[in-house]
């Protein structure tokens, strides 16, 4: 089963709200990570967790807050968002840090 | 910066035609390449993969071709259909990393 799990699949927030999202895995992967895709546009690397541990910061803004609480769950929190924040969310694993990733359905975030 | 770049931008070809999509890469340390496909509104799915120690690499209808000394590499789809209409992402990364180097991607569509 290569299935990550990604809710929910659709939120729309105003620019003082907090959320979180949410990425399950049970593949026993021990890297995870959070990617941001706009329209038209790959995928762009915001975090990476390996072995529950934050490896990779690609500089994003403090208002996005990825959490790892075990292995298995992958989540990032979003506090006062602008509305160029608005993209489609991804999450994935991979075994290790340097194999295949597979990608979950994603969270479409908008931001009001 | 390491870059991996992928043409055309958007492909149309006809049912039963072979789709060709390239990518050309510069960072010599790649050594994975992966080619994910993505359907509107849904995460990325890896479809086929290659190392450098191949040259071809065939999963039914989809073959990539890799060729080393030219950093060059490329996935076919024959006998293509409509439900083949997608954007596809060629991918590079090395063994020692965790960053998947996306290409801007290929908007395909076959038409009937």
């Known amino acids: 089963d290569t299935e990550v799990t990604q809710t929910p699949k659709h939120l729309v927030m105003g620019m003082t709200n907090k959320k979180s999202l949410k990425c399950e895995q049970h593949m026993g992967h021990r890297a995870m990570y959070w990617y941001k895709q706009k329209a038209k546009k790959p995928p762009e690397l915001m975090f990476v967790y390996s072995y529950e541990k934050l490896s990779i910061n690609e500089s994003v803004p403090s208002r996005f807050s990825p959490e790892c609480p075990n292995s298995s769950l992958l989540n990032l929190h979003l506090h006062a968002l602008q509305p160029e924040d608005s993209a489609l969310y991804l999450c994935?694993?991979?075994?290790?840090?340097?194999?295949?990733?597979?990608f979950g359905p994603g969270t479409r975030l908008t931001v009001l | 910066q390491q870059q991996v770049k992928q043409s055309p931008q958007s492909l149309i070809v006809q049912k039963g035609g072979i789709s060709i999509i390239n990518c050309a890469y510069e960072?010599?340390?790649?050594?994975?390449f992966p080619w994910y496909q993505q359907f509107p509104g849904k995460g990325p799915a890896l479809l086929i993969a290659i190392r450098p120690d191949v040259s071809e690499k065939k999963e039914g209808r989809f073959t990539i071709s890799f060729n080393k000394s030219a950093k060059q590499f490329s996935l076919h789809i024959m006998d293509s259909q409509p439900g083949d209409s997608a954007t596809y992402f060629c991918a590079a990364s090395e063994t020692s990393g965790s960053r998947l180097t996306f290409g801007e991607g290929t908007q395909l569509t076959v038409n009937p």
């Open positions: 960072n010599t340390a790649f050594d994975y």
């Open positions: 994935a694993s991979s075994f290790q840090g340097a194999d295949t990733q597979y």
